[in-house]
């Protein structure tokens, strides 16, 4: 569902003649709205009786369990909340900036711009706080490490766009371009290490490799296992910047 959401609203923005008539703070009142229905789609499914052992869907790449499904209703009703109080005090406070400066006939062409600018961006993180939440989502129920590594990036480049959103700031787009580089860094490092956990086992499913790892007495699987797993690791770390890597991302942020 917030799939076919993010799709009609990327249409709806590249429609000159709906942008005219509608205002962009419905674009985030729309995605709230979508937010909370994909919540209580999320809350109904528990009512599925074979969902208590899980249900696995497209091919085994994403498993649906209890937990899965009641984090994401958590995490639909936080993008809704997000979405109904960030834009909503912009929009205010850039509206009321901008009949004051009417009445007071100092409204200048910049200013007029930098209003306008402020609340085109506002569309656009609806848009993006849309897909960070897909990913989030995702994340949550994969099973597979080709769909875990696809759902981290999903994710990430969603905060790569929310972190040059205002791009005529310098600071801005220094910042996301750092960041850009630094996830680049991390998701190399996750994507090395399912490799080499598939080189060992041949295998990506996590419930497989489970099985696998517990009847086989091959150290070679062993060792190629936890390999890949410290290094998966070690990227995840580095993506968020935990100890004791943060001082690496801060030394580059600092570039």
């Not at 923005?13 to 919540?39: E, W």
Request: proline letters at 2%.
């Amino acid at each position: 569902m917030i799939f076919i959401s993010i799709l009609i609203i990327i249409v709806a923005m590249a429609l000159p003649s709906i942008n005219k008539y509608i205002s962009p703070i419905l674009f985030t009142r729309i995605s709230s709205i979508v937010f909370i229905y994909a919540g209580a789609l999320s809350f109904n499914a528990f009512y599925i009786q074979s969902i208590g052992s899980g249900i696995g869907i497209y091919s085994g790449l994403f498993h649906i369990t209890v937990v899965s499904q009641l984090l994401d209703t958590f995490i639909f009703l936080v993008g809704s909340f997000i979405l109904i109080s960030w834009p909503s005090i912009t929009y205010s406070n850039n509206y009321n900036l901008l009949d004051r400066l009417t009445m007071q006939k100092e409204l200048t062409s910049t200013n007029l711009e930098l209003n306008k600018n402020s609340i085109y961006y506002a569309i656009q993180y609806s848009l993006i706080v849309l897909f960070s939440t897909l990913g989030a989502s995702l994340l949550i129920s994969s099973a597979d490490l080709i769909s875990m590594y696809l759902t981290i990036e999903l994710q990430s480049f969603g905060v790569y766009i929310l972190s040059t959103i205002y791009r005529d700031s310098e600071s801005a787009t220094s910042a996301g371009l750092k960041y850009f580089l630094l996830g680049c860094l991390s998701s190399c490092l996750i994507l090395l290490g399912a490799v080499i956990i598939y080189s060992f086992t041949g295998l990506t499913q996590f419930e497989s490799i489970y099985s696998l790892v517990s009847v086989s007495d091959s150290h070679s699987i062993t060792q190629g296992l936890s390999l890949g797993l410290i290094i998966i690791i070690v990227g995840f770390l580095f993506k968020i910047a935990a100890a004791p890597l943060h001082h690496w991302s801060i030394g580059l942020l600092a570039v």
